[in-house]
């Protein structure tokens, strides 16, 4: 580093110390960048990539940004998941000998952002780490820096189920070992799209024992001490809001996977990513930004014990049928701002007056708000309401302390009450009264000149001073004042008596100032005392907000409350929640769903289009409403607690890990069965359609005998392989049902009502015209489709339940009608026989084909007469 000069010299040894961020490196009223930061900020912020001398050969890429509109700039790094490092002078440049010395005071990263456009008001902002313990075992921990929550959990599985943990918390960025395997890296970058950063210390400091005591379990104590070291070295200044470290379980609530999660677009749409049009859309009626971050995480983690949502039911219930009493608690919490991040703002000393005022204004709703609760006659309301500290010493010392309107700035006064403090007053009294004196001056001094347009002025350069215009410059007396300037057309003056009152003057506004910034640092200083019982306030606040929203949305939709079973769905008019909402509610169809007498499996049949996969989303919707504890879409609904949520629905390719539709849609059916209970629910799509017809047929159902036999968990399965309903006479848990449609005049009406019994074709073609394929085509499929069907062309296949090992096996069966219907193409004929003789010997050797794979034995006198009647119906 001996070529360059020692400015550069320095900025490459900070540089070194960060160097996966771009350096912020200050330089008067600049923030500037060299070398590749440069040209990468250039291009990543559209600014002027310009150079300079730097002591060597060539000459520095370098590009900057005022110092007071940088934040814009940072923010724009930082949304793109960039770092950012803060490095500023630290000493005075005046003062200094050499190099002013410089140090980085805070390291900015996606998951450390405390304010500015990358911060979502209703959304947490999640910093995680992973710590892995052996093979099977990873230790996962979580922070808001802005809100100061922690996390902890210990997971015992493999990668994928901390994929679902991270995603689950929506992270922004992970921190982990070097040591962790790169496999697991690339799954946390490409499943949740998040910024790693790197941080090997895992001791915790003794000053946040008291976060941590309570965590008995060493892994526990590795994890968040990995999170916490990262916290501190990027942030460099007190977290004295970090609150108590919470130890969960993940098997504590309902288990949704990541897929499941996207398929049923609980808190963001497949297609746009965005929030309108998902669950959490259509449910977030909350009035507070702390109450809409707790609405999201109630989503993605829905309860499970049968007791807790009991009491959410019952405050919703009740927070439904007293109208006036929830219109006035929504009209009060407009007036409360983001408690929870207020009390962030203060413990990170970048906390302003107007922060505080909104933290007062906040406090004086309070009282209002646990009356309202603890009037309402529910037990579950009282007790919150017992639980609300009002805060009112708080309250109090900001009442009395912080102006009505402050200025943003604490630096340039005028924040301050009269009152508050005696030593201001007293500046404050030299100042209004030496202005005073001024006037009275001026007064004077007209009236003993006898110049009308003499003034007393003020600037920075020359203090207090007398103008007289040259006119009048003849009325004044000889020896009168002291001259201090001259003007192109006025002379300026001064007397010993105005100098004397000028140096009280200023130094009593500069003491004000000064002193009104050690005032309010004091304040902040007191406020941070209250940071615990801030968060604890803002935590009841929060639920009170969700369960009126509950209560709001219910009453507007028209939800009904759920009632829970052992082991039964009765879902009487059902809903799909955000597609009603969207559509007209008169237009909407509802849908019964019934699983009961030991039925767990749906086979749902139908055409395109018709409404199955809205039908098999609404189900997992309303039992997922019904979990965190709000009213559902339907006229009644009885429903088990399920204790996971698995789909497979729609079709999507996994192109960055090189993984087709088809086996997409494996490992997510995989990913079902391996873990699936009897108490989950399960919705499966058109599984199978992503290869061969047969190969599609034979997965399909094998994997419904799979679950009937071998799970139990309640299902909804739907299909297009309309052979696949004739196990509804083997299997006694599963049940046809269908989405109906009729055909008028040649074109296709969907009902999107769901009946009993199985679907008697799939409308292909309808949709296709739907669709505005061109006229032409859709009338030659008609051709092909009556061709196909007259000849009976279509794929044979035998939908059997094995019962044992039969040599005539189902796959055989297939080979060999596959097998035949290939050698018919090069069959000898005589040229005599007919099309139909033709068509006719094809169905017999198909028959035959049947006849010979039957056990006879093994079948029962009904299945034998249902075969007898099929194989007629196929000869005719």
């Known amino acids: 580093m001996a070529e360059y000069t020692p400015m550069i010299q320095q900025y490459l040894k900070i540089k070194a110390e960060y160097k996966d961020a771009f350096l ?3 330089l008067g009223d600049f923030y500037e960048m060299f070398f590749d930061d440069a040209v990468k900020a250039s291009r990543e912020l559209e600014i002027t990539l310009t150079s300079r001398e730097g002591g060597s050969s060539e000459r520095i890429p370098m ?16 949304q793109r998941g960039y770092k950012v490092a803060i490095c500023e002078q630290t000493e ?7 190099v002013v010395r410089r140090e980085v005071v805070q390291l900015i990263t996606p998951g450390t952002v405390m304010d500015g456009k990358g911060l979502d008001e209703k959304e947490n902002n999640f910093l995680a780490s992973v710590t892995q313990f052996g093979q099977d075992a990873f230790g996962v921990s979580f922070n808001d820096l802005t809100t100061g929550e922690n996390r902890v959990t210990v997971i015992t599985g493999n990668k994928n189920d901390v994929i679902n943990e991270l995603y689950s918390n929506g992270v922004k960025e992970v921190v982990i070992s070097e040591t962790l395997d790169e496999e697991m890296r690339r799954s946390i970058i490409e499943g949740c799209h998040a910024t790693i950063s790197f941080e090997e210390e895992t001791t915790i400091d003794d000053g946040f024992f008291n976060i941590v005591d309570h965590l008995n379990h060493e892994k526990l104590l590795v994890t968040f001490g990995r999170l916490l070291n990262y916290l501190q070295k990027t942030q460099k200044r007190s977290l004295h809001h970090l609150q108590s470290v919470h130890h969960y379980y993940a098997h504590q609530f309902m288990r949704i996977d990541l897929y499941s999660k996207r398929n049923l677009e609980l808190t963001e749409t497949i297609r746009s990513k965005g929030k309108k049009g998902s669950l959490l859309w259509l449910l977030d009626q909350t009035i507070t930004a702390m109450g809409g971050r707790l609405l999201k995480q109630w989503i993605d983690r829905p309860l499970i014990s049968h007791d807790e949502i009991q009491q959410r039911l019952n405050m919703v219930e009740t927070l439904r049928s007293q109208y006036f009493e929830r219109h006035e608690l929504r009209e009060i919490l407009k007036e ?10 203060v413990a990170f000393g970048n906390v302003n007056a107007r922060d505080l005022m909104q933290l007062r204004k906040s406090l004086e709703q309070i009282p209002a708000v646990k009356k309202v609760i603890s009037e309402l006659g529910n037990a579950y309301a009282t007790n919150l309401a017992n639980k609300i500290d009002s805060l009112d010493d708080l309250t109090q010392l900001l009442n009395s302390s912080i102006k009505e309107n402050p200025p943003l700035s604490i630096k340039d006064g005028d924040i301050i009450k009269d009152g508050f403090n005696e030593t201001l007053d007293l500046y404050r009294d030299a100042s209004r009264n030496g202005k005073t004196w001024i006037a009275n001056l001026e007064r004077q001094e007209r009236e003993k000149t006898g ?9 920075k350069i020359f203090g207090y001073y007398i103008e007289i215009t040259r006119a009048n410059l003849i009325h004044l007396p000889e020896g009168t004042y002291e001259r201090k300037q001259t003007l192109s057309n006025a002379e300026r003056f001064v007397t010993p008596e105005l100098k004397e009152k000028e140096t009280l003057i200023l130094e009593a506004e500069e003491k004000i100032v000064q002193l009104e910034y050690e005032i309010f640092v004091d304040i902040r200083e007191q406020v941070k005392e209250y940071i615990p019982r801030l968060q604890s306030l803002s935590k009841i606040i929060s639920e ?11 009453e507007e ?10 082991n039964e769905i009765f879902i009487k008019d059902g809903r799909h929640p955000v597609v009603e909402k969207v559509m007209n509610s008169q237009e909407y169809v509802p849908n019964d769903c019934s699983m009961r007498d030991g039925r767990h499996l749906l086979l749902i049949t ?30 009644e609904a009885v429903l088990p607690v399920f204790d996971q949520v698995f789909t497979r629905i729609g079709a999507a390719d996994d192109l960055i890990s090189g993984q087709s539709t088809f086996m997409v849609e494996m490992l997510e059916a995989r990913n079902a069965i391996v873990h699936a209970t009897q108490k989950s629910l399960i919705l499966f799509d058109e599984i199978g359609r992503g290869t061969s017809t047969y190969d599609g047929m034979a997965l399909a159902q094998a994997i419904i005998e799979y679950i009937h036999d071998n799970l139990g968990a309640k299902t909804l399965f739907s299909t297009h392989y309309h052979e696949l309903t004739e196990l509804e006479q083997s299997l006694s848990q599963l049940k046809n049902i269908h989405v109906s449609a009729i055909e008028e005049q040649g074109k296709v009406v969907f009902l999107h009502k769901i009946n009993e019994g199985a679907a008697d074709k799939s409308y292909g073609i309808h949709v296709a015209e739907l669709a505005e394929l061109p006229p032409s085509l859709i009338n030659r499929a008609r051709e092909i489709l009556e061709q196909l069907e007259q000849g009976d062309k279509k794929p044979t296949v035998i939908i059997e339940k094995a019962q044992n090992s039969s040599p005539s096996s189902v796959t055989q069966v297939k080979e060999e009608i596959k097998e035949e219907s290939q050698l018919s193409f090069f069959e000898q004929t005589t040229g005599n026989e007919t099309k139909e003789e033709v068509l006719l010997t094809k169905r017999e050797k198909q028959v035959m084909q049947i006849v010979k794979s039957l056990n006879l034995l093994d079948m029962t006198p009904l299945e034998a007469m249902n075969k007898l009647y099929e194989i007629q119906k196929k000869l005719k």
């Open 557 to 566: 939709r028209h939800y009904c409350r759920p009632t829970f079973s052992e």
């Open 24 to 26: 912020f490196f200050r």
């Open 336 to 345: 409360v701002y983001d408690l929870e991040r207020l009390a962030g703002r």
């Open 451 to 459: 110049i009308k347009s003499l003034k007393i002025g003020y600037n």
């Open 92 to 98: 005075d440049p005046k003062a200094s000998k050499g």
């Open 544 to 554: 009170v907000d969700v369960l009126q929203c509950f209560a709001t949305i219910s």
């Open 606 to 635: 139908g055409p395109n289009m018709s409404g199955k996969s809205t039908y098999m989303r609404q189900v997992a919707l309303t039992a997922i409403l019904a979990q965190i504890g709000c009213f559902v879409p339907a006229t």
């Open 63 to 78: 590009c900057g940004v005022p110092h007071h509109s940088a934040r814009n700039y940072i923010d724009q790094l930082v």
